[in-house]
């Protein structure tokens, strides 16, 4: 990196990061409100005239000449537009042609952040961007793909995006769970499930995400919160832990709501969906909002860091202790300390290759925002300086580790966060002197049209 070193600086941020606090935080004007553009609805368009409609038993007219775009549109032998994404009459044949050129997108090591309708994807493993768009209705295999054309879903900042790992039920069919979030001053409800899907149209790849599977809502909205995918006796819950209700919340959440999705997603679902209901668990001992947390075993739910409340002009106060566990087998929660972890909230974080692996980078402790690297192994009890500093001063990096098989040795990706304009970095540790490096495809593939330049407020998922 080029940069200077910047000074420290004093952070004083509400969790819901106004303008206000984004000023403050990165001595550069903020946005709470999401610009989203209004939803194009594609046309399916009338025949030219009734004799085409009329002579189709007797004769089969010319196809009528339609402006089409190799990309987009393409025209039948009646005169219809038949779109690549949403046909206008399909043929069970192309139905089934169509549907073969798809197969489920390979999310192995590959990194996703969400920016309105679209997201972008990165490969670890090759460090190159693709883009994808997003869909509210459910696949065409599913829905009757003339009645039900795909709508654009914009996806919610501040929302929690996690994996849902194969050890789960259902992750085949929807590895992806969002709950909660923030469309600017309204903060959102929703959970549901996300599945993803690569295809091929003349020739060029098409990556999608589909809204596969929607749970009851929350009991009330969340946002700046975490969710974690668990089992309890040897059923798949989703538990939703602290965060906050509203941007004008002072003080984050302790509470956290479990839901039993083992028999939910199935074609039965809209019968079961309403006797199936949020419930709440043992709360957690701090008030929490921007943290980190991760699960082991699939019973044991670690939190690590975060904000417990907000005092006068906006000052973060941190909760007191760091780290906790719950036991989701006996519904309670303990406390401990790992020497050298440090008190912070804010941070970008990501698992490592084991989920008891968390690097964490930068954030706040309270009064500054933070360069340093650090490693924390929830199951050995024990925290390291990795001793490699960002060359500014960070706070809500998007991260990701790839350990390579063959040295074992990790390289951690770094997107946007303050100070960074979007740009993103990585740090080899198969090297002799390891440092934060400008990756050559540094700039999301979307960035020009990103408001949220420093990408605070989107959300990320790595699939590892």
């Not at 190799?70 to 025209?75: C, K």
């Not at 920016?115 to 509210?136: K, M, P, R, S």
């Not at 599977?213 to 700046?224: G, I, M, N, S, Y």
């Not at 997603?265 to 947390?293: D, Y």
Request: some cysteine; charged content about 25%.
């Amino acid at each position: 990196m080029a940069s200077k070193k910047k000074e420290k600086k004093a952070i004083n941020g509400d969790d819901d990061y106004s303008p206000e606090i984004i000023q403050q935080m990165t001595g550069k004007k903020g946005k709470d409100t999401i610009q989203q553009p209004e939803e194009q609805k594609e046309e399916v368009p009338i025949p030219q005239s009734t004799e085409v409609l009329a002579s189709k038993e007797e004769k089969k007219e010319e196809p009528i000449q339609q402006a089409a775009t190799a990309e987009e549109d393409e025209v039948d032998e009646d005169g219809y537009i038949v779109s690549k994404k949403v046909y206008a009459n399909p043929s069970p044949a192309e139905t089934q042609a169509e549907q073969a050129r798809e197969s489920p997108l390979d999310l192995k090591n590959k990194f996703l952040i969400f920016i309105g309708a679209q997201f972008c994807f990165f490969d670890l493993a090759t460090e190159n961007w693709d883009i994808g768009d997003v869909f509210l209705k459910e696949r065409s295999d599913v829905k009757d793909i003339v009645s039900n054309q795909n709508e654009s879903y914009y996806m919610p900042d501040n929302s929690s995006v996690i994996q849902l790992h194969s050890n789960l039920n259902w992750a085949d069919r929807i590895p992806a769970i969002v709950t909660g979030g923030q469309y600017g001053g309204k903060i959102s409800a929703e959970a549901f499930g996300l599945s993803f899907i690569q295809s091929s149209v003349n020739g060029m790849k098409v990556l999608e995400a589909y809204v596969e599977q929607r749970f009851p809502d929350l009991p009330a909205p969340r946002f700046l919160h975490r969710t974690a995918g668990v089992k309890i006796g040897g059923r798949t819950h989703l538990l939703v832990l602290g965060g906050k209700s509203s941007v004008h919340d002072k003080q984050a959440l302790k509470s956290v709501l479990k839901l039993d999705i083992h028999g939910l997603i199935s074609k039965e679902f809209s019968k079961q969906k309403e006797k199936v209901k949020w419930t709440e668990c043992a709360p957690m001992q701090e008030s929490r909002s921007l943290f980190a947390s991760t699960v082991i075993d699939d019973k044991f739910v670690y939190v690590y860091g975060g904000i417990s409340k907000t005092e006068g002009d906006f000052k973060p106060s941190l909760a007191k202790n760091m780290i906790e566990r719950f036991d989701v087998n006996t519904n309670k929660w303990s406390s401990f300390v790992v020497e050298g972890a440090p008190s912070l909230s804010a941070f970008g974080w990501t698992e490592g290759q084991f989920s008891h692996e968390l690097f964490i980078l930068g954030g706040t402790d309270g009064f500054s925002m933070q360069t340093s690297l650090f490693k924390l192994d929830l199951k050995e009890e024990k925290c390291i300086n990795l001793n490699v500093e960002f060359d500014s001063l960070t706070a809500l990096g998007k991260l990701s580790a790839f350990k390579n098989s063959k040295t074992g040795y990790y390289k951690i990706y770094s997107f946007g966060g303050s100070n960074s304009e979007g740009a993103g970095y990585s740090v080899d540790f198969n090297t002799e002197t390891p440092q934060w490096k400008l990756l050559d495809k540094s700039y999301l593939p979307l960035f020009s049209g990103i408001e949220d330049r420093d990408l605070l407020f989107k959300q990320s998922v790595y699939f590892q």
